[in-house]
């Protein structure tokens, strides 16, 4: 039995910019699972990280959120005052951010902010919640974990920030976390480690975990659900299985193909590439936002909302008029070329 | 026959930066005797982890920064004793951030004609046309030309950078993380240009990133940095198949390529990035190497050549004659430790032919 | 390959402008910020004054009248009060809207020039400390210590004592004293965009050091220029006033709008006026440059870009 971590229905953020509304995230459907990675994946100013945001309820002032459902644990929590929101935050739901650096407090003692963090949401005394943070500590392969408590993170290198970052999220245990870019501002090799940690870590506690990034590489070794969003809408959402080995939509089709594989793309030889630049998302919009660039543009692309369509069994969706046939043999093409 | 365009012989630069408070001032070895040569029309790519020197390294190249020992030259040409000019007409950078690479305060026509300006180019009249040429061959529409930086995307800027670099056609281009800072669709449409641009001019570049997967997709040559050292030096197709150095092994090990279902690979790199002022003994890569032995933390490890490039690893060292390929590294900067591990190595296989006796 | 085709096989045809010209949008911005529109309004109507004191005063700043003194201003109640001195006359039968508007010169001249001068040698040591950094930044710290450990006021009263006080020796002391702000402030603008990629791509360029402090490091520090300039001529013109008022600056008979509140405070209790006209004129003018300042770093703030 699937117990329901998260569920998301028709999430739109409009944000107020001198030009006018800003339209970041227009109505996108989603849904984490327990112990379940969701990755959202996308190019900048697609709205994923207004995404993320918006479900911490830390969205600028500017911003408004509107949602015909936001349910953590069976909880509707579109309407939590900020006293509620900040009850749940580092609780049930905690974020990591993707400059370890400016996300901790560099006036105290990571030991002092990983204790703060669970004083904060349970009746501990502050041994105990010491204990854990050492536990938590050496549990994300931080070594001489006692001593590290009173370290500052100023002293600390970026590898070592992210993974206190992590170990803090967990303090209270946490059903979601929700990790925007966490391995961006760090080199390939202490990438690699963190993310193995994270996928470690929701292993052993159950979690689930909402990651957010641009890297493709990621989302197929760590996803098991990937939505990718393109100005503000999800445009495929499948297994990682699915959308890497069968991508449907144009726009995934051309982000795979923009890529290079190293053992697999010709070496020197012309990557693919996606023309024009992502549209303007102020105002209002019609018909597919991909149709600018979109190399298989048709009248119908531009008349109304375009739908989502099964392209196969099994919640394998995109939003676009092609049916699956004819994007299966895009895709052949493209691979031929 | 090729020539080399770039040689680069046992370079070194040292920052004096502040250990903390009170403590004075420590040596950092930023590049620590590096020695590399760039042939003409190849594309040499430079891997490594940030703090590694290859930033340090480029603007070496690119006389920006005086190399502390070692010497660094041009075609033939000492870089710090050149006229400026001179070395900025065969050699351009392109810079990471095409945010910051482009004065803001500048229109883009002002941007691409300036290094006509500075050359002092004898025909004013023909600057515009011929630097609407060069925008039109790296895909900038011509009616950029009075408009800002600010106006344009971060790929439109990326172009106009590089349309700065080549219009007095220059034979290197070093390209220092051309496209990290752009979006994956952005990024493969610089990389074909780059591509095309090589072909059209014939040039030679030097690409300096941590993304992998664009140096194996980009260069014919990889060096791979370690601590301001060259650790791993290969023709880019053996480097990717059989990488020797452990350290190569474990970066090409952390390439996520995206292919559902291999999961994060484990790199057993336990500890993080050494400290670069207080850098391990012996080899600098020993505590987070997975093959460490008991001679890597106490001797600077041989520099061992083979038939694609070189490896500096103790794990190699037995085929090898090491005394005579100590003698030839001849470290400017750790000349007394090299002596002294020559003593510490004879001393090493003495206690291992014991060791073999005994068995 | 023909050189045109090598553009259009990488780049796609549809890309646009994305935001209008850097100008326009610091157009927009300008006059949609009410600090810069009522700054730039009052400042602009207090330079029209000292420009114009010739044509647009109904008197002499030096006439006086003895018979006609301490008349009160219009708006008081008062028989005396007459439409001939809208502002009525000083201890010394002199118009008094004369004398403020003859003031506004005086002030605006000290501010201006005593600005120049110290924008001058602050921007030139800031600058050269944040570009060349090393030596010649330690060199550049030590004058900027030296010169902040002298009390400006006590400065200025020992140099008007030893060489007498006029005013361009009140705007040369000024001058000499008052660039600390813009040493610091240039210093460290220099040294954030000294750093920037585009200045080591004029270095490979080979751009010599005088053309890229010239035209790719003084253009992106000149906002911070005007800030501080504006900032510091309002300050000098505050010392202007303090030092006159001290009897140390701009000497009778000038109109000197410091002067103006010293030599009324004699009379403060019994004709309040006479020291009210010039603080407020002294009070708007400085409020109004630093209002202006304060919009011009609002309007070209990075943060407020986009």
């Given at each position: 039995?699937?117990?329901?971590?998260?569920?998301?229905?028709?999430?739109?953020?409009?944000?107020?910019?001198?030009?006018?509304?800003?339209?970041?995230?227009?109505?996108?459907?989603?849904?984490?699972?327990?112990?379940?990675?969701?990755?959202?994946?996308g190019?900048?100013?697609?709205?994923?990280?207004i995404?993320?945001?918006?479900?911490?309820?830390?969205?600028?002032?500017?911003?408004?959120?509107?949602?015909d459902k936001?349910?953590?644990?069976?909880?509707?929590i579109?309407?939590?005052?900020?006293?509620?929101?900040?009850?749940?935050?580092?609780?049930?739901?905690?974020?990591i951010?993707?400059?370890?650096?400016?996300?901790?407090?560099?006036a105290?003692?990571?030991?002092?902010?990983?204790?703060?963090?669970?004083?904060?949401?349970?009746?501990?005394?502050?041994?105990?919640a010491?204990?854990?943070?050492?536990?938590l500590?050496e549990?994300?392969?931080?070594?001489?974990?006692?001593?590290?408590?009173?370290?500052?993170?100023?002293?600390?290198?970026?590898?070592?920030?992210?993974?206190?970052?992590?170990a803090?999220?967990?303090?209270?245990g946490?059903?979601?976390?929700?990790?925007?870019?966490p391995?961006?501002?760090?080199?390939?090799?202490?990438?690699?480690?963190?993310?193995?940690?994270?996928?470690?870590?929701?292993?052993?506690?159950?979690?689930?975990?909402?990651?957010?990034?641009?890297?493709?590489?990621?989302?197929?070794?760590?996803?098991?659900?990937?939505?990718?969003?393109?100005?503000?809408?999800?445009?495929?959402?499948?297994?990682?299985?699915?959308?890497?080995n069968?991508p449907s939509?144009?726009?995934?089709?051309?982000?795979?193909?923009?890529?290079?594989?190293?053992?697999?793309?010709?070496?020197?030889?012309?990557?693919?590439?996606?023309?024009?630049?992502?549209?303007?998302?102020?105002?209002?919009?019609?018909?597919?936002?991909?149709?600018?660039?979109?190399?298989?543009?048709?009248?119908d692309?531009?008349?109304?909302?375009?739908?989502?369509?099964?392209?196969?069994?099994?919640?394998?969706?995109?939003?676009?008029?092609?049916?699956?046939?004819?994007?299966?043999?895009?895709?052949?093409?493209?691979?031929?070329? | 026959?090729?020539?080399?365009?770039?040689?680069?012989?046992?370079?070194?630069?040292?920052?004096?930066?502040?250990?903390?408070?009170?403590?004075?001032?420590?040596?950092?070895?930023?590049?620590?005797g590096?020695?590399?040569?760039?042939?003409?029309?190849?594309?040499?790519?430079?891997?490594?982890?940030?703090?590694c020197?290859?930033t340090?390294?480029?603007?070496?190249?690119?006389?920006?920064?005086?190399?502390?020992?070692?010497?660094?030259?041009?075609?033939?040409?000492?870089?710090?004793?050149?006229?400026?000019?001179?070395?900025?007409?065969?050699l351009?950078?392109?810079?990471?951030d095409?945010?910051?690479?482009?004065?803001?305060?500048?229109?883009?026509?002002?941007?691409?004609?300036?290094p006509?300006?500075?050359?002092?180019?004898?025909?004013?009249?023909?600057?515009?046309?011929?630097?609407?040429?060069?925008?039109?061959?790296?895909?900038?529409?011509?009616?950029?030309?009075?408009?800002?930086?600010?106006q344009?995307s971060?790929?439109?800027?990326?172009?106009?950078?590089?349309?700065?670099?080549?219009i007095?056609?220059?034979?290197?281009?070093?390209?220092?993380?051309?496209?990290?800072?752009?979006?994956?669709?952005?990024?493969?449409q610089?990389?074909?240009?780059?591509?095309?641009?090589?072909?059209?001019?014939?040039?030679?570049?030097?690409?300096?990133?941590?993304?992998?997967a664009?140096?194996e997709?980009?260069?014919?040559?990889?060096?791979?940095?370690?601590?301001?050292?060259?650790?791993?030096?290969?023709?880019?197709?053996?480097?990717?198949?059989?990488p020797?150095?452990?350290?190569?092994?474990?970066?090409?090990?952390?390439?996520?390529?995206p292919?559902?279902?291999?999961?994060?690979?484990?790199?057993?790199?336990?500890?993080a990035?050494?400290?670069?002022?207080?850098?391990?003994?012996?080899?600098?890569?020993?505590?987070?190497?997975a093959?460490?032995m008991?001679?890597?933390?106490?001797?600077?490890?041989?520099?061992?050549?083979?038939?694609?490039?070189?490896?500096?690893?103790?794990?190699?060292?037995?085929d090898?004659?090491?005394?005579?390929?100590?003698?030839?590294?001849?470290?400017?900067?750790?000349?007394?430790?090299?002596n002294?591990?020559?003593?510490?190595?004879?001393?090493?296989?003495?206690?291992r032919?014991?060791?073999?006796?005994?068995? | 390959?023909?050189?045109?085709?090598?553009?259009?096989?990488?780049?796609?045809?549809?890309?646009?402008?994305?935001?209008p010209?850097?100008g326009?949008?610091?157009?927009?911005?300008?006059?949609g910020?009410?600090?810069?529109?009522?700054?730039?309004?009052?400042l602009?109507?207090?330079?029209l004054m000292?420009?114009?004191?010739?044509?647009?005063?109904?008197?002499d700043?030096?006439?006086?009248?003895?018979?006609?003194?301490?008349?009160?201003?219009?708006?008081?109640?008062?028989?005396?009060?007459?439409?001939?001195?809208?502002?009525?006359?000083?201890?010394?039968?002199?118009d008094?809207?004369?004398?403020?508007?003859?003031?506004?010169?005086?002030?605006?001249?000290?501010?201006?020039?005593?600005?120049?001068?110290?924008?001058?040698?602050g921007?030139?040591?800031?600058?050269l400390?944040?570009?060349?950094?090393?030596?010649?930044?330690?060199?550049?710290n030590?004058?900027?210590?030296?010169?902040?450990?002298?009390?400006?006021?006590?400065?200025?009263?020992?140099?008007?004592?030893l060489?007498?006080?006029?005013l361009?020796v009140?705007?040369?002391?000024?001058?000499?004293?008052?660039?600390?702000?813009?040493?610091?402030?240039?210093?460290?603008?220099?040294?954030?965009?000294r750093?920037?990629?585009?200045?080591?791509?004029?270095?490979?360029?080979?751009?010599?050091?005088t053309?890229?402090?010239?035209?790719?490091?003084?253009?992106?520090?000149?906002?911070?220029?005007?800030?501080?300039?504006?900032?510091?001529?309002?300050?000098?013109?505050?010392?202007?006033?303090?030092?006159?008022?001290?009897?140390?600056?701009?000497?009778?008979?000038?109109?000197?709008?410091?002067?103006?509140?010293?030599?009324a405070?004699?009379l403060?209790?019994?004709?309040?006026?006479?020291?009210?006209?010039?603080?407020?004129?002294?009070?708007?003018?400085?409020?109004?440059?630093?209002?202006?300042?304060?919009?011009?770093?609002?309007?070209?703030?990075?943060?407020n870009?986009?």
């Open positions: 039995m699937v117990e329901r971590i998260l569920e998301v229905e028709r999430l739109s953020v409009d944000i107020q910019v001198p030009a006018g509304t800003l339209r970041a995230v227009q109505g996108i459907n989603f849904h984490v699972d327990r112990g379940e990675t969701l990755c959202i994946v190019e900048s100013g697609c709205g994923k990280s995404t993320a945001l918006s479900l911490m309820n830390l969205l600028p002032s500017s911003a408004t959120r509107t949602a936001l349910e953590l644990d069976g909880r509707e579109q309407n939590f005052d900020e006293r509620q929101m900040a009850d749940l935050r580092g609780d049930r739901l905690a974020m951010f993707q400059e370890p650096m400016t996300s901790l407090n560099p105290y003692t990571i030991g002092n902010q990983l204790e703060e963090a669970m004083l904060r949401h349970r009746n501990v005394s502050r041994s105990e010491r204990d854990r943070a050492v536990f500590l549990k994300v392969g931080i070594t001489g974990a006692r001593g590290r408590l009173k370290q500052y993170p100023h002293q600390l290198s970026g590898g070592l920030r992210q993974r206190v970052m992590i803090m999220s967990l303090m209270c946490p059903d979601l976390i929700i990790a925007d870019e391995t961006t501002a760090l080199d390939v090799t202490i990438q690699a480690q963190i993310l193995h940690l994270l996928a470690d870590l929701q292993r052993e506690f159950n979690m689930s975990l909402i990651l957010i990034t641009h890297d493709l590489g990621i989302v197929a070794r760590v996803a098991d659900r990937v939505a990718v969003m393109y100005a503000g809408e999800f445009v495929e959402t499948g297994t990682a299985d699915q959308v890497f069968r939509h144009p726009y995934t089709q051309g982000l795979l193909n923009c890529i290079p594989i190293p053992g697999k793309t010709k070496r020197g030889a012309h990557l693919g590439a996606i023309p024009g630049i992502v549209p303007s998302l102020i105002g209002e919009m019609h018909g597919c936002h991909f149709a600018s660039r979109c190399q298989f543009v048709q009248d692309c531009l008349k109304g909302k375009i739908a989502f369509r099964e392209a196969t069994k099994g919640g394998h969706q995109y939003r676009c008029i092609l049916s699956s046939a004819e994007s299966a043999r895009n895709l052949k093409k493209a691979n031929a070329a | 026959m090729s020539k080399s365009v770039i040689e680069v012989a046992e370079a070194t630069k040292t920052f004096m930066i502040s250990a903390g408070f009170m403590r004075g001032k420590m040596p950092l070895h930023a590049v620590n590096v020695s590399i040569d760039v042939q003409q029309g190849e594309v040499l790519g430079i891997v490594g982890e940030s703090g020197g290859k340090t390294l480029a603007r070496m190249m690119l006389g920006l920064l005086d190399p502390t020992s070692g010497a660094i030259k041009v075609n033939g040409q000492p870089v710090d004793n050149v006229d400026r000019l001179e070395v900025a007409r065969q351009q950078p392109i810079f990471q095409p945010y910051s690479s482009l004065n803001p305060r500048k229109s883009i026509g002002d941007i691409v004609t300036l006509l300006k500075v050359q002092g180019d004898p025909d004013p009249d023909t600057w515009k046309r011929r630097a609407e040429e060069m925008m039109e061959m790296v895909g900038l529409p011509s009616r950029v030309y009075n408009n800002f930086p600010s344009l971060g790929g439109q800027r990326q172009r106009v950078a590089i349309a700065r670099a080549l007095n056609r220059p034979e290197i281009v070093i390209c220092d993380e051309p496209t990290s800072a752009l979006d994956v669709s952005v990024q493969s610089i990389l074909n240009l780059l591509q095309d641009l090589r072909k059209e001019f014939g040039l030679t570049y030097i690409i300096i990133s941590h993304n992998l664009v140096v997709h980009m260069a014919t040559r990889v060096a791979v940095m370690y601590l301001g050292r060259v650790v791993e030096q290969a023709d880019t197709e053996t480097l990717f198949k059989s020797k150095h452990p350290y190569t092994e474990a970066l090409l090990g952390s390439v996520l390529t292919v559902p279902g291999l999961g994060v690979p484990d790199t057993h790199l336990g500890a990035y050494p400290n670069p002022i207080d850098p391990p003994s012996g080899c600098t890569f020993h505590p987070r190497c093959k460490v008991d001679c890597c933390s106490k001797q600077f490890p041989p520099t061992i050549p083979n038939k694609h490039g070189f490896v500096e690893c103790h794990l190699y060292s037995q090898a004659k090491p005394p005579k390929v100590a003698a030839k590294r001849g470290r400017a900067a750790a000349k007394k430790a090299v002294g591990s020559g003593a510490a190595q004879k001393k090493s296989r003495k206690t032919a014991r060791a073999s006796r005994r068995k | 390959m023909t050189d045109a085709t090598i553009g259009r096989a990488s780049v796609p045809t549809a890309q646009e402008i994305l935001e010209s850097p326009a949008m610091l157009r927009r911005r300008i006059f910020h009410a600090g810069i529109v009522i700054g730039g309004f009052v602009l109507v207090i330079f000292a420009l114009l004191a010739g044509v647009i005063s109904p008197g700043p030096y006439d006086q009248v003895l018979d006609r003194k301490l008349i009160p201003p219009v708006w008081f109640d008062s028989p005396k009060a007459t439409w001939e001195h809208p502002f009525g006359t000083d201890a010394l039968g002199r008094y809207l004369t004398r403020l508007f003859y003031g506004a010169r005086i002030s605006l001249l000290i501010g201006f020039s005593a600005m120049l001068i110290s924008g001058i040698i921007t030139t040591l800031g600058v400390a944040g570009y060349f950094g090393g030596r010649v930044d330690m060199v550049v030590f004058i900027l210590t030296t010169r902040l450990s002298l009390p400006v006021i006590l400065v200025a009263l020992a140099v008007v004592s060489v007498g006080s006029s361009t009140v705007i040369w002391v000024l001058g000499l004293l008052i660039w600390d702000r813009f040493a610091v402030v240039m210093r460290s603008a220099t040294q954030q965009v750093n920037l990629e585009f200045v080591a791509a004029a270095q490979a360029l080979g751009c010599s050091k053309r890229i402090i010239m035209t790719e490091i003084m253009p992106n520090i000149v906002n911070h220029l005007t800030v501080v300039a504006t900032l510091e001529m309002a300050h000098a013109i505050l010392l202007e006033a303090a030092l006159s008022f001290l009897g140390l600056g701009v000497q009778p008979p000038e109109p000197s709008w410091g002067l103006m509140v010293s030599e405070k004699g403060m209790f019994f004709d309040a006026w006479l020291i009210t006209i010039p603080g407020a004129a002294i009070f708007a003018l400085v409020l109004s440059i630093n209002l202006l300042g304060d919009g011009i770093r609002d309007v070209t703030a990075p943060e870009r986009n």
